[in-house]
């Protein structure tokens, strides 16, 4: 390598925070370093952009830190490239010390009842894709149904039941692409249920998350009083979390107030265990639930006292899972990528050279924004130790002209940091007449469009 060259090259694959905070983590570490970020959408932020509900301008403020840095000169975003697709491991050891991947998840994690395959039984990851305008997802939804369920109790959970009781006009300030503002104009629900099998005290919500399904002038929220109940393990655990004492104090005081005259009305329901969605004719047309009591340590156990809800559809806020990557050991269990603190295993349980992960393909989709940073810089310290003890990958062209042959020679169009900024400026633009901040573009064709340098 000439001097001009950067002593260390790494590749992460998936532009998310995760992706981001690992770039970071690497720049701030005082080894000379140059990172290319790939992203297999033409645009960058993952599930900031296509994971959280759009009337959450707080969470999209995460970007203003990211863009900053993105914005590092050893650091370069390159956009519509799939690992697997358009780019392999044989490439990546050819121009790279090492590679993080930060793929993050996009699917929804299976339910093992009966009628999950119903028509009118959805997984949230497929809704929310649909409106946050990611280009994998449909470009319609069926909304056709007055009453829902949703089975959850994080914060997806409540972005899916905020979103199906919010109004199409409730929405459009948002940054929501037209095609989901016309789907939310047929939307006939006037009640979501959402159904936890345990009690407030083991709620997975965000304090901030649940009071934003009160601010909406047109949802009542209802708790029902035989919900507010706790054991000796719930106790602890309001005691040893703020959070969790927060997000249980809310539902209470919920609980005991007088119901409103809110058109549209948001049920949480606590102690109920969805056993089976039930059909006719293929088709949803109810929940049932198993009544279920505190065993004293924050668990609970069915009490064989079942109930129907009639409903006509039901969205599965379970959880997320990642997608396998191909030619990386994947734990099917555990829907991540078989790691040791970052390093990727093979089955043998060794450290396969130069491949590393951090974010939700590396221990799951669980944590908030913190628990992120911190498996960014658990995988980089690993990476760096290796790259102290010579044990990464020796590329053969680890020069930057190089990677960009290779797509030159492919005729592949990918995008750049630079092309991000044209992107943002034209959905702003979009929005900007209508007093929006920006509407989203959903189509790929013109995401790259609005991405090129205009000649």
Avoid at 7 to 32: F, H, Q, W
Avoid at 308 to 327: E, K
Wanted: with cysteine; proline share 6%; charged share 25%.
């Amino acid at each position: 390598m000439t001097e001009a060259e950067p002593l260390l090259r790494v590749a992460v694959v998936g532009a998310g925070p995760a992706g981001i905070y690992a770039s970071d983590a690497l720049m701030k570490s005082g080894v000379a370093v140059s990172i290319d970020l790939y992203e297999k959408m033409p645009a960058p932020f993952g599930l900031i952009r296509y994971g959280v509900a759009p009337d959450h301008p707080r969470i999209k403020g995460i970007v203003k830190s990211l863009h900053q840095v993105l914005d590092k000169p050893q650091i370069r975003l390159i956009g519509h490239v799939e690992f697997g697709k358009d780019i392999d491991i044989d490439f990546l050891a050819k121009h790279y010390h090492a590679v993080i991947f930060s793929t993050g998840a996009v699917k929804d994690r299976g339910l093992d009842i009966p009628g999950v395959g119903l028509d009118g039984s959805y997984g949230a990851a497929d809704f929310v894709g649909w409106y946050d305008g990611n280009p994998d997802f449909p470009r319609t939804w069926p909304l056709t149904a007055q009453k829902v369920a949703v089975l959850g109790v994080g914060n997806v959970a409540l972005d899916v039941a905020r979103v199906l009781a919010k109004t199409a006009e409730d929405l459009l300030p948002t940054e929501i692409p037209p095609n989901v503002y016309e789907g939310l104009q047929q939307n006939q629900a006037v009640e979501v249920h959402v159904f936890g099998r345990r009690g407030p005290a083991q709620a997975k919500f965000t304090p901030l998350e649940l009071r934003e399904l009160d601010h909406c002038t047109t949802i009542e929220v209802i708790v029902d009083p035989e919900d507010i109940e706790y054991d000796e393990g719930s106790e602890k655990a309001r005691r040893e979390s703020k959070i969790t004492d927060m997000v249980a104090t809310i539902i209470q005081d919920w609980a005991i107030r007088d119901p409103g005259d809110r058109p549209h009305k948001l049920f949480l329901h606590f102690f109920e265990a969805p056993v089976e969605i039930l059909g006719e004719n293929g088709k949803v047309v109810g929940l049932r639930t198993e009544r279920t009591a505190l065993t004293g340590d924050g668990n609970v156990k069915g009490t064989g006292q079942f109930k129907d809800w009639p409903v006509q559809a039901v969205y599965r806020a379970v959880g997320y899972y990642s997608d396998p990557l191909p030619g990386l050991p994947f734990d099917e269990e555990a829907g991540v990528i078989t790691n040791e603190a970052g390093r990727v295993l093979d089955e043998n349980k060794q450290h396969i050279q130069g491949v590393f992960t951090t974010g939700w393909v590396k221990r799951g989709p669980i944590g908030l924004i913190g628990h992120t940073k911190g498996d960014a810089s658990e995988t980089v310290a690993c990476l760096l130790e290796d790259f102290a003890e010579g044990k990464l990958w020796t590329p053969e062209r680890p020069d930057l002209e190089a990677v960009d042959q290779h797509f030159a020679d492919k005729g592949h169009e990918t995008t750049s940091w630079d092309g991000w900024h044209r992107l943002d400026a034209h959905e702003r633009s979009l929005g900007e007449p209508h007093g929006r901040e920006r509407v989203k573009v959903v189509e790929r064709h013109e995401m790259l469009h609005a991405s090129r340098e205009k000649r």
